[in-house]
């Protein structure tokens, strides 16, 4: 039951085969062009290894360490519990929007944002695929209906950015649709912040070869393949598909008032830390203590102008 991610341009869509359904794996297994890469291999073929750390033209060649990063992560999130206190006594409205690749860590980076606030008033929004009713309705109004009230912070785990990167690529929604969602959206998040939200907007990305290597880690870890969903299986075939479609959705909807930033993400620990320390600086909360948050390292978040000029998203 070989799974394996290719370099084809298959469009149909992928459904994860059973153990009952050992044909059709197998059938899907040699469609594909592995180029060496077999997500139920032992192990990675060194190329990929070795070109993990660095790839999508990432800017360091070490990892931090974890006692740095513990070090840096502690104060990081006190001052959260500053922010999140100050949002319930001015009855303040926060959202802030995590979208990016598969595997470049969003649900690992928004648990660091939440891991010691009050789930009263810090939410994480996870929306499944929409039901019958909902395909029926406004495309944003299900997103609409998760907006904070008084006093909250809301994390979207992707959100009504779907439509932009997945449904579009994945062919879920019609090309039309995806005009009418890249035209619409600045317009719905301009609302957002007219009625007073602070609309936060990141993107997490990786190179492609991180990518293989974090899917192929989630496939060989019992209680992590959950994770792994069937559009997932897809991520890597597709990889230039998604570059070209995330780099026209952070050009078109990055607007002023809800601007777009990119976080570099092969290195999970900087990009946690930078992420956390984008939303202290972005937010003017009382008390702010600047030293405990540090500087924002610029080659870790940046503005999706400098992103996007420097060649955008990677392509394999």
């Known amino acids: 039951m070989a799974k394996k991610f290719s370099g084809s341009d298959v469009k149909d869509r992928i459904v994860l085969p059973s153990e009952d359904d050992d044909r059709t ?3 899907r297994a040699k469609s594909g062009k592995a180029k060496g890469f ?21 800017p360091y060649g070490k990892r931090m360490k974890r006692k740095r990063y513990n070090r840096e992560m502690e104060p990081l999130q006190i001052e959260l519990q500053k922010l999140t206190r100050w949002a319930a006594k001015h009855g303040e409205r926060i959202v802030i929007v995590f979208e990016g690749r598969d595997g ?17 008033q810090a939410r994480i929004v996870a929306l499944p695929k929409p039901s019958d009713t909902e395909k029926g309705q406004w495309y944003f109004q299900r997103y609409a209906a998760e907006m904070p009230t008084a006093g909250e912070i809301v994390f979207f785990d992707r959100s009504w950015y779907n439509r932009a990167g997945v449904e579009r690529v994945m062919g879920f929604c019609t090309p039309e649709e995806t005009e009418h969602f890249l035209d619409e959206a600045p317009a719905f998040e301009g609302m957002l ?13 990786i190179g492609r070869e991180m990518q293989m290597t974090r899917l192929h880690a989630r496939w060989h870890d019992p209680l992590k393949r ?4 069937p559009i997932d299986f897809e991520a890597i075939p597709r990889f230039d598909d998604y570059s070209r479609a995330f780099d026209e959705m952070l050009a078109r909807t990055s607007k002023k008032a809800a601007p777009w930033h990119v976080v570099r993400s092969n290195d999970k620990l900087r990009a946690r830390l930078n992420a956390i320390r984008y939303v202290l600086k972005a937010i003017p909360y009382k008390d702010k203590d ?17 992103y996007l000029d420097h060649g955008g998203e990677p392509e394999s």
């Open 25 to 27: 794996a197998k059938a």
């Open 104 to 120: 470049a860590g969003k649900g690992g980076t928004i648990a660091r944002f939440t891991q010691h606030l009050n789930p009263r």
């Open 38 to 58: 077999d997500i139920e291999a032992d192990s990675l073929p060194e190329a990929i290894i070795d070109a993990a750390y660095h790839s999508g033209n990432y």
């Open 290 to 306: 600047e030293d405990a948050i540090g500087t924002l390292d610029e080659d870790i978040v940046l503005p999706v102008d400098r």
């Open 226 to 229: 959950w994770k792994l969903s």
């Open 193 to 205: 912040v007219r009625d007073g939200v602070r609309l936060i907007k990141l993107f997490l990305t």
